[in-house]
């Protein structure tokens, strides 16, 4: 087993890490060892040096990689290099040493509220089993802010339908409470309806036509698909509804700790982007509204 492939069975069976963080990580760290062997010949990652580390995330920044990316996978060396640090492979971590690029603000993407209930309301989903099921899917995810491996994963087990609750699993394995608004209620229950004739014993709540689990790139496509139909936004992923969730949330004067308690953010500081989304929004308005602007 190489050193690599050491790392990643520790991310995955010591740190529990989700399968798509895993291949995140494995790619990343692949990237870099190609970048090596090209200049350096066979590499050797144990004698690793902060200057070719540094020239690496260099390179990912000339060659056009926004400087979230480069800082995400110099996060992965870093992650690496102190594994191999740990394990007593090395004597010091040379990504340490390698500061990651300077990053601008991002708002995030969010698609208005008027548009949400557009598409919510206005019968764009077809009276099928796939229809059923991709209206909740759209309805869970911008109801409840949860995340795609979170909606993926979520079972029938984990559904309160008495108190409109579902338990979610989210980072790190920890569990949270979120609610659900009682307006879904009706699109679980047709769901539901019309799932139990494709496969009723299968424990997860969403499922292909087939009868499986939903996967990754099928919530992506549903996702991307329906938000075509009433907005321009570049982005149109499971995460865009995600920020539309807390944007909204903001917008209409919900607490910012317990907002970052729905979406099971670690720290406050996560969470603080989104009210400079809602600072954009009160410029707007005061823009309109104000006589002297």
Request: include cysteine; proline fraction near 3%; aromatic fraction near 10%.
């Given at each position: ?7 990643i ?35 050797d990652?144990?004698?690793?040096t ?15 990689s ?6 995400r996978?110099?996060?992965t ?14 004597e ?6 390698v ?18 209930n557009?598409?919510?309301d206005?019968g ?12 909740c ?8 802010g949860?995340r ?21 699993l ?34 997860f ?9 939903i ?26 509804l ?6 909204h ?19 406050l500081?996560?969470t ?5 989304t ?7 308005i005061?823009?309109?509204a104000?006589?002297?602007?």
């Amino acid at each position: 087993m190489t050193l690599q492939e050491e790392f990643i069975h520790y991310l995955q069976f010591e740190k529990r890490y989700s399968a798509h963080t895993i291949v995140a990580y494995k790619k990343d760290l692949d990237q870099f060892i190609q970048y090596m062997n090209e200049r350096v010949g066979e590499f050797d990652v144990k004698k690793g040096t902060s200057k070719q580390i540094r020239s690496y995330v260099a390179a990912l920044m000339k060659e056009g990689s926004q400087s979230r990316t480069a800082s995400r996978k110099l996060a992965t060396l870093k992650s690496f290099y102190r594994f191999l640090l740990r394990n007593e492979y090395i004597e010091t971590n040379p990504a340490q040493l390698v500061n990651p690029p300077k990053m601008g603000k991002k708002l995030p993407t969010f698609v208005q509220e008027e548009k949400m209930n557009n598409l919510l309301d206005l019968g764009f989903f077809a009276d099928d089993f796939e229809g059923a099921r991709n209206l909740c899917i759209i309805s869970l995810l911008y109801g409840t802010g949860i995340r795609l491996a979170e909606l993926k994963n979520l079972k029938m087990a984990q559904v309160n339908f008495h108190e409109h609750v579902i338990r979610v699993l989210g980072k790190r394995n920890k569990e949270r409470i979120v609610p659900y608004p009682r307006s879904i209620e009706p699109v679980l229950k047709d769901y539901l309806k019309k799932r139990e004739e494709i496969s009723g014993n299968n424990e997860f709540l969403f499922l292909t036509s087939g009868g499986k689990q939903i996967y990754d790139k099928m919530i992506y496509r549903v996702v991307h698909h329906y938000l075509a139909m009433v907005t321009t936004v570049a982005k149109k992923s499971p995460h865009v509804l995600r920020h539309s969730f807390a944007t909204h949330l903001l917008n209409h004067g919900a607490d910012l700790n317990a907002v970052k308690e729905l979406l099971g953010h670690s720290n406050l500081s996560a969470t603080q982007i989104y009210t400079h989304t809602t600072f954009e929004k009160l410029k707007e308005i005061y823009k309109q509204a104000h006589p002297r602007d």
